[in-house]
């Protein structure tokens, strides 16, 4: 756990929020014009502006390919669900399916819904190509062909990656893909870690904005769930982000039809903001509404328990048995997509045809699918089956047809997409779990609403569709762990506040359950991959132990002035993210000497590469100066001109020059002997606790504060280091030194 020499080469380092504050960032900060909030403002509408962009050709595309599928099986002679039709119809979504997952093998950090690599870079770690315009693409093609599909997915976790990529990358003003860089000075500004974080929140925020039409909801998913950090200009920020993201894809929704390519009406004109999905008939509320609601939220507890229970060993055994082939790993979908399909196509004729309600049969948004059924009525289970999840949960929600759909139809198909959504997470195609899961919910709330009118007097307050919207938010909340901003995402997408009360009863209930069982569905795939995040708090137990039970010792350290060939022979020995700074080495002790701060390891490759190219202090003093003139490092006129590019040194890409990865340069004879005085280059302002400082507290200041290093000192002499993997559970546990410590 402590400074010792690494091997292997891992696909992630931490992150470090917090610019160095040596000489050189001083004198950086005194010269430079004042900062002016207001280009952060615009570049937030702007993300929010893509995001809602993008979120509408995704959707619109689902619909557009989804409709495609079934017009193409709708052209065979006779009737439309004759054999013949079901080959068109399952080649069709196994044409889908395999562009998906050939998308997603191309490029594997298109898998999943990508919201715990958002969580991860929030929380402080940085993944080797995680957020890229090749990511972005990928995510975008194999998320809009898989849920055109016929699995039981949703594009709304995608949708919330996208947004922060989109937010990670158009405030940069530079890709490596697209071969650009804007040289325009502004962009500079906010190439760091911390202005980029803010912006991957902004996006991923518009991201959930525009999937729910919940601005508020967007606000406080990433405040509740994604980020780690927080700061209050930030929630107007984001905010305002969220906002512009709905306004956009509601402004696009109103102008384009169904069919994206054609235009409805003028982008001029007015439009309607209308919830995802919009219940306009209100139910009267009673105390009575607990005991159900309870009820509600156990089994939304249990089945989001069970979902990810079942999800991860699933996930354990496709690591195990079928990513270790490329093959099993392309065809693995598409065998899904077929079987699955099949019991979707066949299924409906176990069901008996039901009277369509007058209210339904008139209306121009119809979604009741006729089946084999004479006219004026439909197949419940191909209502189900044959329209894409949003709008079988609209069907759900519906509280103006109680027969719409019989038990024996809920419990089949409940199970029956239970399973196949169990299943289908961590498969190599990009998907998310949100809209499926409120399905699922919804079914089995709908369930639990026709029983209960068998059972009690009909009563307005026991209508199966309100039931339904209160097992959706159960079973979300239990997958996911939300509340607060689950409850309020509820409400914007429906539009239903009279449903308000026994939606929290049951989104509490079905939280106390599930963490009963353990962690939600997105940290448990977190810990899954090894990535070394930082919850929220830790247990109170270990507020009986101390910074220095687990800090890493003994360190190596750096003095204030060392020879340019011992540098590089420590760099080159270890790989550690940054060094504590002594004034001298006084006893064979690498502990010995007063602390003078901290210097990063890419601070001294930097000085190394510098020394090394003389030519950039000539282009920068115009040849005035000779090489007698800065023959060492702590001359004026090169610090000066080192000044100038360490103020940008964390534009570095992350792609390419992680920092454990920053090997240093060979030097020449005459380099090798010169003594560099660091001096300049020190961070004098390093975080740092005392050896007796409470662990609790620690990692309280460790986490809230985005650090990367703490110093754990007894006076001015340095003891050890704390990092984020000295903080992770498992070494809290006692668990054995891990070679990544050193890197993070």
Known sequence: RGHHNTGPRVDY????????????HKNFVRTRKDYSPVLKWFFFIVVGFSVGCVTFLIKNSIAFL???????????????????????????????????SGVAYWHPAAR??????????????????????????????????????????????????????????????????????????????????QHRRDFITGGAAAGVAAAFTAPIGGLLFVLEEVASFWDLNLSFMILLASYMSVFTYSVLKAVFCENWLRVCQSPFALFQYEPAFLI???????????????????????????????????????????F???????????????????????????????????????????????????????????????????????????????TIFTIETLLFFGFFYFFGATYVIGCNISSGFAIPALLMGAVFGRFLGKTMEMVFTSSDWLNPGMWALVGSAAAFSGTSRLTVSLIVIMVEMTGDLTSLFPIICAVVVSKVVADYFGPSLYHELIHFRHIPFLD??????????????????????????????????????????????????????????????????????????????????????????????????????????????????????????????????????????????????????????????????TYAVFRSLGLRHLLVVDGDQVLGMITRKNLEAHSLHGGAPDERSALL
């Not at 380092?13 to 050189?24: A, C, R, T």
């Not at 062909?145 to 039981?152: E, K, M, Q, R, Y």
């Not at 105390?287 to 609601?293: C, H, I, R, S, T």
């Not at 069901?351 to 049969?361: N, T």
Request: glycine letters at 6%.
């Open 13 to 24: 380092e931490s992150l470090d929020y917090w610019e160095p504050h040596n000489q050189l």
């Open 66 to 100: 989804t409709y495609g599928k079934f017009y193409l099986a709708e052209t065979i002679p006779g009737s439309s669900f004759t054999f013949q039709a079901f080959c068109i119809w399952s080649c069709a979504s196994l044409v889908y399916v395999a562009i998906a």
């Open 112 to 193: 999943g819904s990508g919201v715990p690599d958002v969580m991860a870079y929030l929380n402080g770690v940085q993944q080797h190509h995680a957020f890229t315009v090749r990511v972005l693409l990928a995510k975008c093609c194999s998320v809009l062909t898989a849920a055109s599909g016929n699995l039981p997915i949703g594009p709304e976790g995608p949708i919330i990656h996208v947004g922060a990529l989109i937010g990670a990358g158009l405030t940069q003003g530079r890709s490596k893909t697209l071969r650009f860089n804007l040289t325009f000075r502004k962009f500079k500004r906010f190439r760091n870690h």
């Open 280 to 322: 306009s008939r209100p139910m009267p509320i009673t105390v009575l509404l607990v005991f159900p609601a309870g009820v509600m939220g156990i089994l939304g507890g249990l089945m989001g328990a069970m979902l990810t229970k079942v999800s991860m060993v699933m996930t354990r055994f496709r690591k195990k048995h079928v």
């Open 324 to 402: 270790c082939s490329w093959w099993r790993t392309l065809l693995e979908p598409c065998v899904i997509t077929l079987v699955y399909g099949a019991v979707l196509f066949y299924s409906p004729h176990l069901f008996k045809c039901l009277d369509v309600p007058a209210h339904v049969e008139a209306s121009d948004d119809s979604h009741f699918i006729q089946y084999n059924c004479p006219a004026g009525q439909h197949n419940p289970m191909a209502t189900l089956s044959f329209t894409d999840a949003e709008e079988a949960l609209k069907a759900l929600y519906s509280r103006n047809g109680n």
């Open 536 to 697: 929220p708090e830790i247990h109170e137990k270990y507020d009986a132990m101390i910074a220095s039970d687990v800090m890493a010792t003994p360190l190596q350290t750096v003095p204030l002035k060392i020879a340019a060939c011992n540098l590089v022979a420590m760099l080159s020995v270890y790989h550690h993210g940054a060094f504590p700074v002594v004034s001298q080495h006084t006893t064979p002790s690498l502990l010995q000497g007063s602390l003078k701060g901290i210097v990063s390891r890419k601070m001294l490759v930097l000085v190394l590469q510098r020394l090394r190219a003389r030519v950039f202090v000539e282009e920068h003093t115009e040849g005035v100066l000779d090489d007698s003139d800065c023959e060492e490092l702590d001359n004026p006129c090169y610090q000066e001109s080192l000044a100038e590019h360490a103020r940008h040194i964390s534009e570095i890409d992350e792609a390419n020059y992680l920092t454990q990865r920053a090997d240093p340069p060979e030097l020449t004879p005459k380099e090798s002997d010169t003594v560099i005085d660091l001096t300049p280059y020190v961070d004098t302002s390093p975080f740092l606790v005392p050896a007796t400082f409470s662990l609790l507290r």
